[in-house]
């Protein structure tokens, strides 16, 4: 089975972009809910993986849309609390000199994370992610896919565009959400090692992997 793990930071940190109670609720509710979910279809699964991306990549082979969209937001969502820390600091070292060259610099880069954010019609999470060469690209998904049909692909950060992750404190504006957030709360000292992992120095993030319950 997985397991919820604890936030990595403490509810309030995030204010005032994010609050302690959509936290709290995100967390306990929605990430929760989808952990108790994956439980208990893997519960009555014939074979159970060992990780988490393991049974994503098999729920996406055999066309299983209710685990596949449980696991994978179970996964989407522990990146993301990855990807966030209340220690403010800019990007450094390699991934700064690539926003500088490959994206026009940091607020361009924000200009163009925070417009695919607010084109995506309805639920997702945009994404920045790397390929192998060290190419930055900003991309979209739709509810629960996240970046693994996509080979070489490395994701160094995320914001989950879903209402849940803003309604409380933003009400419908997702624009205001995402500039503050972009502002204040990516973790660029993970997305950093993310990408030097993505070209092949380190390694890239995992999920924890499940308990065994013999
Ligand atoms: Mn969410």
Redesign the pocket.
């Given at each position: 089975m997985f397991v919820l793990a604890p936030l990595p930071f403490p509810h309030e940190s995030l204010e005032p972009v994010i609050s302690a109670r959509t936290l709290r609720y995100?967390h306990e509710k929605?990430?929760g809910g989808y952990v108790k979910a994956l439980n208990a279809l893997l519960a009555t699964a014939e074979i159970v993986p060992e990780t988490l991306e393991a049974v994503i990549a098999a729920a996406d082979k055999s066309r299983d849309r209710v685990l596949f969209n449980n696991a994978a937001q179970v996964r989407n969502?522990s990146f993301?609390w990855a990807s966030m820390t209340p220690h403010r600091a800019p990007p450094a070292g390699e991934l700064a000199e690539a926003i500088s060259t490959q994206m026009g610099g940091i607020a361009a880069m924000k200009a163009a994370f925070v417009a695919a954010g607010v084109a995506q019609f309805g639920s997702g999470w945009v994404w920045l992610v790397s390929d192998a060469t060290g190419e930055l690209a900003i991309t979209v998904s739709h509810d629960a896919e996240n970046w693994q049909g996509e080979a070489g692909s490395t994701p160094l950060t995320v914001c989950?565009l879903?209402e849940?992750?803003y309604y409380l404190d933003h009400q419908n504006d997702r624009k205001g959400f995402l500039e503050a957030w972009f502002d204040a709360l990516p973790n660029w000292e993970f997305a950093g090692k993310q990408y030097a992992a993505a070209q092949g120095r380190g390694e890239k993030w995992q999920h924890a992997a499940a308990l065994v319950t013999a």
């Open positions: 995100h929605h990430h969502h993301f989950d879903w849940h992750a």
